[in-house]
């Protein structure tokens, strides 16, 4: 029975969780069997990654540039900067890669293209442009 579980996991079910699997081999072929049993079965067969062993990712440095202006990490925090005196807002920070220095500050309403085409406009206007400009993945930019 192992075996033949095993092999419609492997042909149909790759890709599925161990909850969602059992599931379908219930309803699909009718084998009645505990959703740990079919998780440990995929851990044994490399279907199924622990949480500890997904977490385990290796990224490659992003080394910190030599010269100012070469590297700008951009990024905007919403936050309540002014407490109860004003509303809630963004500020858009440019740092410089190479030295950590804050380049430019700008509150703005909101975190948006325009708004971030009016701070890198004053960032230039004041320091020059940039190699590059570098954000994060949630970024808008």
Known sequence: ??????ELLINNYHDFGPTFATEKLVEQHG????????????MEHNLWLTRKQKLKRSY??????????ELVQIDGSIHRWFEDRGPKCTLLVYIDDATSKLMELKFVESESM???FIATKSYINKHGRPLALYSDQLSCV
């Open 60 to 69: 490659q440095p992003r080394y910190r540039r030599n010269c100012v202006g």
């Open 114 to 116: 325009q708004t971030y």
């Open 1 to 6: 029975m192992k075996g033949e579980i095993l």
């Open 31 to 42: 084998y009645v069997i505990s959703v740990e049993t079919i998780r440990k079965w995929m």
